[in-house]
């Protein structure tokens, strides 16, 4: 029996519609990056209009608008890749949604910068480079636009690949190579280079290490105990003053230290005072929400949410105060050389500088952002609120520990090796369970390779890639930057 005329004519209908839907819905997918691409470029234009505004009408004012350019291209990379590792573990842990975190992460970061950030930053980053050996304006300039184009540049590569990597970092390479360009290997300081090499390895594994002990600590005094809500109710308020403690010394050492002299003692009263108020009154809150609880694992992780979501908010706002600054050095530097005629090793940041980085920053993480939050959040391997937990507090504790000892790290490596050490320590703590449970079972039977490959809690391929990018960063940056500068000099800058 055949379907009637009209039938046939209507399913055929529906099928073409349905294709065409198909269809749009792919356009509309694949069209998104280049949405992405055009607001970036509006942002970058409207950098360069503002200096143009600003300094067109004086000597050297192409230079500041090119530099400016540039400058807003590195704010949007800074909001693409480094944010990720402040918010990626609140948004694995499902504590934070996506929109949540970029809505607080922009906010944070625009108020750090604004509100802390730096009112002074070096021209020479970090010192690597002796202002003597860039005595020439006009060489002094292309080095620092050179620089932020090509640190620019290798986060965007990093963001690309989906690799989270040291902004700071990139600066520091983009100096060094336009500083070896413009006057030779001996313009270096290789002493603080290799301050700054050590750290890739210094921040991770010092962040790694408290994150796991952390989580050591939770397991065994929370989680692997019989009455557990009991035992979080003693615990939970002592780690959220801790935190508490930590994040306000933190805040201290690289928010306020910019606004009032403080050093590390008196910061370390501030976080004391804080940690003890803010976990006595926590005390009532956690008595309160854990009021009816299972004595399960998940209703543990409920009482971590709201701390883990404050500290992600406390290390955009930190990120903000410390980070912003060295990223719109450069730029900084050549409006100042542009207004003094000179080089100096320290120079003020105009506000709409400052602006540039902290509106960028929150562009690009809008924009580009979710790629690396997402790959921070849950593809290293898998994050609970207590664990995101235990990744937050490394960061703090870890840079409060390396600013005491001296130590040159980076916050974006200290957070990525948290988020190491709390897989790697899960896998090495599954396995040893596995194998009491395995010996007391079927004594002398061996584990086969293929399921010690299942077993592993930690994805080796963005272990890998995350590591190489780690290490070729400031090379990279150097080469791209050397490269920038001789086509900047051959075009006339």
Same mark, same amino acid.
């Given at each position: 029996?055949?379907?009637?005329?009209?039938?046939?004519?209507? $399913?055929?209908?529906?099928?073409?519609?349905?294709?065409?839907?198909?269809?749009?819905?792919?356009?509309?997918?694949? @069209?998104?990056?280049?949405?992405?691409?055009?607001?970036?470029?509006?942002?970058?234009?409207?950098?360069?209009?503002?200096?143009?505004?600003?300094?067109? @009408?004086?000597?050297? &004012?192409?230079?500041?608008?090119?530099?400016?350019?540039? &400058?807003?291209?590195?704010? /949007?990379?800074?909001?693409?890749? =480094?944010?990720?590792?402040?918010?990626?573990?609140?948004?694995?842990? !499902?504590? /934070?949604?996506?929109?949540?975190?970029?809505?607080?992460?922009? #906010?944070?970061?625009?108020?750090?910068?604004?509100?802390?950030?730096? =009112?002074?930053?070096?021209?020479?980053? $970090?010192? #690597?480079? =002796?202002?003597?050996?860039?005595?020439?304006?006009?060489?002094?300039?292309?080095?620092?636009?050179?620089? /932020?184009?090509?640190?620019?540049?290798?986060?965007?590569?990093?963001?690309?690949?989906?690799?989270?990597?040291?902004?700071?970092?990139?600066? *520091?390479?983009?100096?060094?190579?336009?500083?070896?360009?413009?006057?030779?290997?001996?313009?270096?300081?290789?002493?603080?280079?290799?301050?700054?090499?050590?750290?890739?390895?210094?921040?991770?594994?010092?962040?790694?290490?408290?994150?796991?002990?952390?989580?050591?600590?939770?397991?065994?005094?929370?989680?692997?105990?019989? =009455?557990?809500?009991?035992?979080?109710?003693?615990? +939970?308020?002592?780690?959220?003053?801790?935190?508490?403690?930590?994040?306000?010394?933190?805040?201290?050492?690289?928010?306020?230290?910019? +606004?009032?002299?403080?050093?590390?003692?008196?910061?370390?009263?501030?976080?004391?005072?804080?940690?003890?108020?803010?976990? *006595?009154?926590?005390?009532?809150?956690?008595?309160?929400?854990?009021?009816?609880?299972?004595?399960?694992?998940? @209703?543990?992780?409920?009482?971590? !949410?709201?701390?883990?979501?404050?500290?992600?908010?406390?290390?955009?706002?930190?990120?903000?105060?410390?980070?912003?600054?060295?990223?719109?050095?450069?730029?900084?530097?050549?409006?100042?050389?542009? %207004?003094?005629? %000179?080089?100096?090793?320290?120079?003020?940041?105009?506000?709409?500088?400052?602006?540039?980085?902290?509106?960028?920053?929150?562009?690009?993480?809008?924009?580009?952002?979710?790629?690396?939050?997402?790959?921070?959040?849950?593809? #290293?391997?898998?994050?609970?609120?207590?664990?995101?937990?235990?990744?937050?507090?490394?960061?703090?504790?870890?840079?409060?520990?390396?600013?005491?000892?001296?130590?040159?790290?980076?916050?974006?490596?200290?957070?990525?090796?948290?988020?190491?050490?709390?897989?790697?320590?899960?896998?090495?703590?599954?396995?040893?369970?596995?194998?009491?449970?395995?010996?007391?079972?079927?004594? &002398?039977? %061996?584990?086969?390779? %293929?399921?010690?490959?299942?077993? !592993?809690?930690?994805?080796?391929?963005?272990?890998?890639?995350?590591?190489?990018?780690?290490? #070729?960063?400031?090379?990279?940056?150097?080469?791209?930057?050397?490269?920038?500068?001789?086509?900047?000099?051959?075009?006339?800058?």
């Amino acid at each position: 029996m055949t379907e009637p005329r009209d039938q046939t004519e209507w $399913k055929t209908l529906d099928q073409d519609l349905r294709r065409l839907s198909r269809l749009e819905a792919a356009t509309m997918h694949g @069209s998104r990056p280049l949405v992405g691409v055009g607001v970036s470029l509006v942002f970058v234009s409207f950098a360069a209009l503002v200096a143009a505004i600003l300094t067109g @009408s004086e000597p050297q &004012g192409l230079a500041v608008v090119v530099a400016a350019a540039f &400058g807003a291209y590195m704010a /949007l990379n800074i909001g693409a890749n =480094d944010v990720a590792n402040n918010m990626g573990p609140a948004v694995g842990a !499902r504590a /934070l949604s996506m929109l949540g975190a970029i809505l607080i992460a922009a #906010i944070c970061e625009s108020a750090g910068a604004l509100l802390a950030g730096g =009112d002074v930053v070096s021209t020479i980053s $970090k010192g #690597i480079i =002796d202002p003597a050996g860039l005595s020439d304006l006009r060489a002094f300039v292309r080095a620092m636009m050179a620089a /932020l184009l090509a640190a620019s540049i290798w986060v965007n590569i990093a963001t690309w690949v989906g690799a989270p990597v040291s902004t700071t970092h990139a600066v *520091v390479g983009g100096v060094m190579g336009a500083g070896i360009a413009a006057a030779g290997l001996g313009t270096v300081n290789w002493p603080t280079m290799g301050a700054i090499a050590a750290s890739w390895v210094i921040s991770p594994l010092l962040g790694g290490i408290f994150a796991a002990a952390m989580l050591a600590f939770i397991k065994w005094r929370v989680i692997y105990v019989a =009455d557990k809500v009991a035992a979080a109710r003693t615990w +939970v308020p002592v780690l959220i003053g801790l935190m508490a403690g930590a994040f306000a010394t933190y805040l201290a050492l690289k928010g306020l230290a910019k +606004v009032i002299d403080i050093d590390m003692r008196h910061a370390l009263l501030i976080g004391g005072a804080a940690g003890v108020v803010l976990g *006595v009154l926590s005390v009532p809150l956690i008595r309160r929400q854990s009021e009816g609880m299972d004595n399960r694992n998940r @209703s543990l992780k409920t009482l971590f !949410r709201l701390p883990l979501v404050i500290s992600a908010g406390l290390l955009s706002f930190a990120h903000g105060a410390n980070d912003v600054a060295n990223a719109v050095g450069p730029l900084a530097a050549v409006v100042a050389v542009q %207004q003094s005629a %000179q080089v100096t090793g320290e120079v003020a940041i105009p506000l709409w500088v400052m602006l540039i980085g902290a509106v960028g920053i929150s562009v690009g993480l809008v924009l580009f952002g979710p790629k690396l939050i997402n790959m921070v959040g849950n593809q #290293i391997t898998k994050l609970n609120p207590m664990r995101a937990y235990c990744v937050a507090l490394s960061a703090a504790v870890t840079v409060i520990a390396a600013s005491w000892l001296g130590l040159p790290v980076s916050s974006t490596h200290i957070a990525v090796g948290g988020v190491f050490g709390v897989g790697f320590f899960r896998e090495w703590y599954t396995n040893r369970r596995a194998r009491r449970l395995n010996r007391t079972r079927n004594a &002398g039977r %061996q584990i086969a390779p %293929q399921e010690r490959t299942r077993r !592993r809690l930690v994805r080796r391929s963005h272990f890998m890639t995350i590591v190489a990018a780690w290490v #070729i960063t400031v090379p990279a940056a150097a080469l791209l930057s050397a490269g920038c500068f001789w086509v900047l000099r051959l075009v006339g800058f």
